[in-house]
């Protein structure tokens, strides 16, 4: 399932979920379906609420993980307009594949692994890279350089949906990126999400609806500027469209 979080255009700033499914989105109430709504009629929304923390992974030399965490509060959703800073020239969108957390845990070994994923989606963290060189310079983990906003969606794919695809943990995940009307870009993305799990686990417990990310792609785009519209893409979990003003 491609599940969803919304608000209708009719009555704004009432939260509603659902699934999307052939280009229509059924609102559900718990399990039960409580009305068919058209796109066009309707706003996407970050598909989860308040993340408890967003962690970004990177991989070490002896091919261990490490981590830093990302401030939650500047998650956005589709179509979000993001400011363009002023005190970088040099922003840039990452992107990577989010794993959202389903359960609390902890120690958590690789044949429990899987039990843990509530879904996946696209996310573009916006970072300034000039000033990111500044504070590594400094010896400082992610700071202001990465308090820019964290794009997410358009939807939470669960896992049982990928499998009727194939499966997810053999994917080959490939992350695309557009700025305006210039080419679209791809390269494919590294994917340890057993191991990001496991490695998350270790120091403290997980908890339900916090977001892993991978190792962000590198796509060699020119930085973003003040009415750019990014469109950012990972096979299988569909286009996440936002702007920079």
Same mark, same amino acid.
Request: no cysteine; aromatic share 6%; glycine share 10%.
């Given at each position: 399932?491609?599940?969803?979080?919304?608000d209708?255009?009719?009555?704004?700033?009432q939260v509603r979920s659902?699934?999307?499914?052939d280009n229509?989105?059924y609102?559900?109430?718990?399990n039960?379906p409580?009305?068919?709504?058209?796109?066009?009629?309707?706003?996407?929304?970050?598909?989860l609420?308040?993340?408890p923390?967003?962690?970004?992974?990177?991989?070490?030399?002896?091919?261990g993980?490490?981590?830093?965490?990302l401030?939650?509060t500047?998650?956005?959703g589709?179509l979000a307009?993001i400011?363009?800073?002023?005190f970088?020239?040099?922003? +840039? #969108?990452?992107?990577? !594949? &989010?794993?959202? *957390?389903?359960?609390a845990?902890?120690?958590i @070994?690789e044949?429990e +692994? #899987?039990?843990?994923? !509530? &879904?996946?989606t *696209?996310?573009a963290?916006?970072?300034?890279e @000039?000033?990111?060189e500044?504070?590594?310079?400094?010896g400082l983990?992610?700071g202001?350089s990465?308090?820019?906003?964290?794009?997410v969606?358009?939807f939470?794919?669960t896992?049982?949906e990928l499998d009727e695809?194939?499966?997810?943990?053999?994917r080959?995940?490939?992350?695309t990126?557009?700025?305006?009307?210039?080419?679209?870009?791809?390269?494919p993305?590294t994917?340890p999400?057993?191991?990001?799990?496991?490695?998350?686990?270790?120091n403290?417990?997980l908890?339900?609806?916090?977001?892993?990310l991978?190792?962000?792609?590198?796509?060699?785009?020119?930085?973003?500027?003040?009415?750019?519209?990014?469109?950012?893409?990972?096979?299988?979990?569909g286009d996440?469209?936002f702007?920079?003003i």
């Amino acid at each position: 399932m491609k599940l969803v979080r919304f608000d209708l255009t009719a009555s704004p700033g009432q939260v509603r979920s659902g699934i999307y499914y052939d280009n229509r989105i059924y609102e559900t109430n718990g399990n039960q379906p409580v009305g068919i709504h058209d796109l066009s009629k309707l706003t996407l929304l970050a598909p989860l609420g308040s993340p408890p923390s967003v962690r970004r992974f990177s991989p070490l030399a002896d091919g261990g993980l490490a981590y830093e965490f990302l401030n939650p509060t500047i998650l956005r959703g589709p179509l979000a307009e993001i400011d363009a800073p002023d005190f970088t020239r040099d922003l +840039a #969108p990452e992107l990577s !594949l &989010g794993i959202i *957390v389903s359960d609390a845990g902890e120690m958590i @070994d690789e044949t429990e +692994a #899987p039990g843990f994923i !509530l &879904g996946f989606t *696209v996310v573009a963290v916006l970072v300034a890279e @000039d000033l990111r060189e500044e504070e590594r310079k400094l010896g400082l983990g992610p700071g202001r350089s990465s308090d820019i906003g964290i794009v997410v969606g358009p939807f939470l794919t669960t896992p049982d949906e990928l499998d009727e695809e194939g499966g997810w943990q053999n994917r080959d995940w490939t992350a695309t990126l557009r700025i305006g009307q210039g080419d679209t870009l791809a390269t494919p993305l590294t994917a340890p999400i057993i191991e990001m799990l496991i490695t998350a686990s270790r120091n403290a417990p997980l908890q339900a609806g916090e977001v892993l990310l991978t190792p962000p792609a590198r796509l060699p785009a020119s930085p973003l500027m003040p009415a750019d519209h990014v469109v950012a893409g990972i096979a299988g979990l569909g286009d996440l469209h936002f702007s920079v003003i």
